[in-house]
């Protein structure tokens, strides 16, 4: 079987970038888990089909000259990410996809989209960093499927306008903690409270629908009144505007002021710094709990995936984003409504010493279920089965051309 990535080399949720290694930008590779199973799997190949738009350092550009470098630069990313050539076939034409392939792209790269007619194959994107941006382009490709880490079809109010279009097969995938994020402390030494992770962020698309552009209320709500929670949870969430030093760009801004202040904000200004310069695992395991507020379109936060392979007590809305993973409050959770009033009330319940038998088997068997079902390897399998068994249907109605 083969899997078709577009554009593979600018992907930065399956590889680090070149611009990542040229700037020296950290990065979280997102999904290299499942890029790494593919690799493994003898009867799979995968290949990078690299379009008209695939120079992943300058996207936007339709020049033919600079765009005729998206090879090279493919080969050097590749190299620099230790993947052997050998191991990832290079599309170059629309024509090389074939029927029988599985054709996967990702939303949040607008260039991935650019076909010049819709491939005659079965095609998967994934809402990785969901938004609302290329629905219009979404729509033309009229995927066969596609995923997330939450249903965004049933979780986000205004799904619906952008992408009522699509009445297919929309899955839920589980995050993926890495390998590092394990328990270290044991639970008994540990400080016996919560503690806070996350970065709060502002996408303008929201005012529309909540009439705030805050995309992780719950997060802020514990940044804004991280005095008054001490008692209960130790605050690191990280405002991502903390550290800008110039106003972000805006619609109303002309072409030359929103270039400068994209130059300005990438080589002069450090975000989160601060939120960065601490060891995550080493957190999570100084604490017995762990929150990490969810996103108000219908996301958690991977962070709950890491506290949870860390050791903690994960507490989280009781709003059913859990549930689709398979996981039961009060079993491998600790739920809450949002409010900070009853996130005291459950932080001080389980504080007390009657319930420290109770919190620790809540975060023993968080942490095997998470470790037994949220790995890479699990992940990818589950997720591959699903694209196959998907796809199989797509051949019985779609017979080739």
Excluded at 256 to 275: A, E, N, P
Aim: aromatic residues 14%; neutral net charge; charged residues 25%.
């Amino acid at each position: 079987m083969r899997i078709v990535f577009v554009n593979l080399h600018g992907n930065e949720f399956l590889v680090k970038t070149l611009n990542k290694f040229i700037f020296k930008q950290s990065v979280a590779i997102k999904h290299k888990y499942l890029l790494d199973y593919l690799l493994s799997r003898d009867d799979v190949e995968v290949c990078s089909y690299i379009n008209k738009r695939g120079l992943s350092l300058s996207y936007t550009t339709r020049n033919r000259l600079l765009q005729s470098f998206r090879f090279l630069e493919h080969r050097i990313t590749m190299r620099k990410n230790g993947l052997s050539r050998a191991k990832i076939k290079v599309l170059k034409s629309e024509d090389e996809i074939r029927h029988d392939d599985i054709v996967i792209l990702y939303q949040v790269f607008g260039p991935q989209m650019d076909f010049k007619r819709r491939p005659d194959a079965f095609l998967a994107i994934s809402q990785l960093h969901f938004s609302v941006r290329q629905a219009e382009a979404m729509e033309k490709l009229d995927p066969d499927l596609m995923y997330n880490e939450s249903n965004m079809q049933q979780r986000f109010i205004a799904f619906d306008e952008y992408f009522g279009w699509f009445k297919k097969q929309y899955l839920v995938i589980p995050f993926v903690f890495a390998e590092r994020f394990k328990p270290i402390k044991p639970f008994a030494e540990r400080q016996n409270k919560a503690v806070s992770v996350g970065t709060v962020t502002y996408p303008e698309y929201l005012v529309k629908y909540y009439g705030h552009n805050c995309l992780q209320p719950a997060r802020k709500q514990v940044y804004d009144h991280a005095e008054e929670l001490k008692p209960w949870v130790d605050c690191f969430n990280s405002d991502y505007l903390e550290d800008t030093k110039l106003a972000q760009a805006s619609k109303h801004d002309n072409k030359f002021t929103r270039i400068f202040k994209r130059l300005h904000d990438k080589f002069f200004v450090g975000h989160q710094k601060k939120y960065y310069s601490f060891d995550m695992v080493e957190k999570f395991n100084d604490y017995k709990m762990c929150v990490v507020g969810e996103e108000i379109i219908g996301l958690p936060g991977i962070g709950f995936v890491e506290g949870m392979a860390s050791g903690c007590a994960y507490i989280g809305q009781t709003v059913g984003y859990y549930e689709d993973y398979g996981m039961q409050e009060g079993v491998h959770y600790i739920g809450y409504d949002g409010t900070l009033d009853d996130l005291k009330a459950k932080i001080s319940y389980y504080q007390q010493p009657e319930h420290q038998q109770e919190l620790e088997k809540i975060a023993q068997t968080g942490c095997e279920f998470v470790r037994s079902h949220f790995n890479g390897p699990a992940a990818a399998k589950s997720l591959l089965d699903n694209l196959l068994e998907a796809q199989q249907r797509w051949l019985a109605e779609h017979p080739q051309k």
